[in-house]
């Protein structure tokens, strides 16, 4: 099995994925490549225009962020998500509601770089208030993390989710969202891996 891994230097739904492929040792079998998904080329690889994309040769193409994390598991050791099956499905959730933040931040930001005059203060504000109701989950979904980290002495694909996802709050909206002041367990869970090397390389602020 041989594929490619499409994705953007500062997306963190691709920085979710791309860590996945180091931390499941599928660095060999998938490549990653930088990819314009605003570009009428890369469509013909992603139609939806997006990305992150996972193109496996002569094999299926998978299309979104939590998908691809569980392609990248199976094709992989298998080791960024619990056997037992409850574990799994926990994990699966606190991803999902990682990704769910992401959605919410994406949204708000990319309608603050549309001109003025066709910005909608009640959809930006609807945006940002999802994303305040949803820490005191995302803080929950980070202490399960990080207990879960520390019994498998690794962190997990929900963990990578999380860390990212904070990270990329720090990052971004800095301004909007006071998360450390509501989600203790989620700024000291991306304190302490935030420097591993993985983490450090897919730094978006690097780009």
């Known amino acids: 099995m041989k594929g490619r891994l499409y994705g953007s230097l500062t997306s963190p739904y691709a920085r979710i994925t791309r860590l996945a492929r180091l931390r499941a ?28 994309a996972l193109i496996i040769d002569d094999g299926p ?27 799994r499905l926990e994990a699966e959730a ?27 203060a009640s959809w930006s504000e609807r945006r940002l208030k999802g994303i305040r109701a949803a820490l005191p989950a995302f ?12 019994a498998e002495e690794r962190l997990g694909a929900a963990g990578l989710a999380i860390v990212a996802t904070a990270d990329w709050l720090s990052f971004r909206l800095s301004e ?27 730094d978006p602020r690097l780009a």
């Open 25 to 52: 040792d599928t660095a060999d079998l998938v490549s990653f490549e930088v990819a314009d998904p605003y570009s009428d080329t890369f469509r013909a690889t992603n139609p939806l225009g997006k990305v992150p």
């Open 139 to 150: 803080d929950a979904a980070a202490e399960r993390q990080a207990r879960a980290a520390q």
């Open 61 to 87: 193409s998978f299309l979104e962020t939590s998908l691809i994390v569980r392609a990248l598991n199976e094709f992989g050791d298998g080791s960024l998500f619990a056997q037992d099956t409850g574990k």
């Open 94 to 120: 606190d991803l999902a509601l990682a990704r769910g933040i992401l959605d919410l931040g994406v949204a708000f930001l990319l309608e603050q770089r549309r001109p003025a005059a066709e910005r909608s």
């Open 176 to 202: 909007q969202i006071a998360w450390r002041e509501v989600c203790p367990a989620a700024a000291g869970l991306a304190a302490d891996y935030l420097g591993e090397e993985d983490l450090a390389a897919t």
